[in-house]
């Protein structure tokens, strides 16, 4: 069955005659129903209710404008329709009922400036219903009124694309609401009037099998709102007052092969039941949609804001897993325009799950090309947190040590940095963990400036003060040391085909590195050397002095002065001069 009703009643009145105009009392449509199917060569089955015209080889005559035929329908109403619809062009066919469908009318007229009254009324076999009311005009074609839909819409869209992707939608029920006024005039065109778009998802979660073909759900959505939007046409202007994420969860991964989860959300290309692409059966959007003439778009968004995000992201292409996980992430960003050189008022918050936190206040610029201006503060923001990704580099233990860091960050429009930064890590110890004894470490070190520009390829730094460092270095009998053999090795890459051309491949720019000076108070060391035939080992203390600059754009070596104890007794002088960049070239150390 493609279109049938159980029942039709007209009641048609006299006043037909009086008013020049067909008028019906009551027009009434009940339990009206329909079939509509999209066939797997893209066809409707609803074509066949008109078939393509014979081809008219004639001049076609321009038809003059002229009014619609005189109608006036006191009370339309249509109760309790159907639709079944059905897309075979997908891989599992798509099927949908849309009903009951319920429309009332009062006062509909095609007589001119005439309008009436309408409330509309559907649902579907998922649980969501749209209702309309408002003003209906027919000459013109004209309507006001008001909108609201509720249920789950995302999950019904969501299975119509399903094949295309590698997810699965879980919940998702809309709740808004919006006013609006078309009209269609036959000289001005269209023009369209959309008010107070308010709408909220809740309850949405996507959920995908994860490598071990275990179900994971990798983003949880409790609630979206969108509040104040508006449409104007022809103006073309689009403006919405906020966007509020509240409290989602985002877990990301990477695979033991290296692929990221987020890499396997989209499917392959499925074929449909004609064995084509149902990219193909579906059309290219980008090639058909319609270009419309005009000035851009001008979209505005007064406020965009994430409000207590759960992030995770965890490495399992580790020996032992690595997982760094961020709470209570704030994100605001306001004034959000498409207007060239518009400033974006920026704020970020977070926590880190094993300590520590960050701050961001700044200023956003996105068109013509993004630019960043923002202050940076980093709040004892615990190290340890590296230690999975440390045991594939070396056999190192990080004890203890936190980062704290105040910096200005700027990004300019072609994407150079450049920042200004202080920064402090205190309670920084390196545990050799093939031999459990402590390898290097300091009470606390401090840089009180730090300048770096990308532009310039250039750090500098001004003074590093280090309070307490220490270090172990050890020369076994067979000559190989502590340090010698902490590196984990790494898997050896394929080889490249040698470059047969005989041209050299010119070095990356050199990092220009700059530090003005490095203060060491209560250092200490301990070093021995078995290899020697009257093996030496002495313990070093209470180290203190400095280092003067250190440049690797200056041929000026560093000047070293350092005093400290020797055992228990005896004194140390450390004195000279280093180039750490070339130290074969100026190096002149004296120990005494």
Do not use: C
């Amino acid at each position: 069955v493609l279109v049938g009703f159980d029942r039709l009643f007209v009641n048609l009145q006299l006043s037909s005659l009086i008013n020049r105009a067909l008028t019906l009392r009551e027009l009434t449509l009940e339990r009206p129903y329909g079939r509509l199917v999209r066939n797997a060569d893209g066809t409707l089955n609803m074509q066949v209710l008109a078939p393509p015209a014979e081809a008219d080889v004639s001049e076609p005559t321009p038809e003059e404008p002229g009014q619609p035929p005189r109608l006036i329908v006191h009370q339309l109403s249509i109760g309790a329709g159907q639709i079944d619809v059905r897309d075979e062009t997908l891989v599992s066919p798509y099927e949908t009922r849309v009903g009951p469908v319920d429309i009332s009318v009062r006062e509909l007229s095609t007589l001119l400036d005439q309008t009436g009254e309408q409330r509309v009324s559907i649902a579907t076999d998922s649980g969501t219903r749209l209702e309309w009311s408002g003003d209906i005009g027919l000459n013109p074609l004209s309507s006001s009124g008001s909108v609201s839909l509720q249920g789950p819409y995302v999950p019904l869209m969501y299975r119509y694309v399903e094949s295309l992707l590698n997810f699965e939608l879980v919940g998702g029920n809309i709740d808004g609401a919006f006013d609006y006024r078309l009209r269609l005039d036959p000289d001005a065109g269209l023009s369209a009037d959309i008010q107070d778009v308010n709408w909220v998802l809740r309850d949405s979660a996507l959920e995908q099998v994860d490598i071990d073909q275990a179900r994971v759900r990798f983003v949880t959505l409790p609630a979206i709102q969108l509040q104040g939007g508006a449409l104007a046409w022809p103006e073309r202007t689009v403006s919405i007052g906020a966007v509020v994420i509240t409290d989602p969860e985002i877990r990301i991964w990477r695979n033991p092969d290296g692929s990221l989860s987020v890499d396997e959300l989209l499917a392959s290309a499925p074929e449909s039941a004609d064995g084509e692409a149902v990219a193909d059966a579906v059309g290219d959007a980008s090639s058909s949609a319609p270009d419309l003439p005009g000035e851009p778009w001008a979209v505005s968004l007064d406020r965009f804001r994430i409000e207590g995000l759960a992030l995770e992201l965890a490495d399992r292409s580790l020996e032992e897993p690595g997982t760094i996980g961020l709470q209570d992430f704030n994100l605001e960003l306001e004034n959000l325009s498409t207007e060239k050189g518009a400033q974006i008022p920026l704020s970020l918050d977070f926590a880190v799950a094993s300590g520590g936190d960050v701050t961001a206040e700044g200023v956003l610029t996105v068109l013509p090309a993004v630019a960043l201006q923002a202050d940076v503060s980093v709040n004892q923001l615990v190290l340890d947190l590296a230690q999975p990704w440390i045991d594939s580099l070396a056999n190192v233990n990080l004890d203890s040590g936190s980062f704290s860091a105040t910096a200005e960050v700027k990004v300019t429009p072609d994407s150079r940095l450049d920042l200004k930064a202080a920064l402090q890590i205190p309670s920084f110890y390196l545990t050799d963990s093939g031999r459990d004894e402590k390898l290097l470490g300091w009470e606390n070190l401090e840089v009180d400036q730090l300048s770096f520009s990308a532009a310039e390829n250039r750090l500098d730094i001004s003074t590093i003060d280090l309070d307490a460092p220490y270090a172990r270095f050890r020369i076994a009998e067979d000559q190989t040391t502590n340090f010698g053999d902490l590196v984990v090795a790494q898997p050896t890459p394929d080889a490249e085909p040698a470059d047969e051309s005989g041209v050299e491949t010119p070095p990356s720019g050199t990092l220009a590195l700059t530090v003005g000076r490095v203060n060491v108070s209560d250092g200490g060391a301990d070093y021995s050397d078995l290899a020697l035939p009257l093996p030496f080992a002495a313990a070093i203390s209470e180290l203190n002095g400095q280092m003067s600059t250190i440049s690797s754009v200056s041929s000026e070596p560093a000047k070293i002065a350092l005093k400290g104890r020797v055992d228990d007794y005896g004194l140390v002088e450390i004195g000279g001069q280093i180039r750490p960049t070339d130290p074969s070239a100026s190096t002149d150390i004296s120990v005494q």
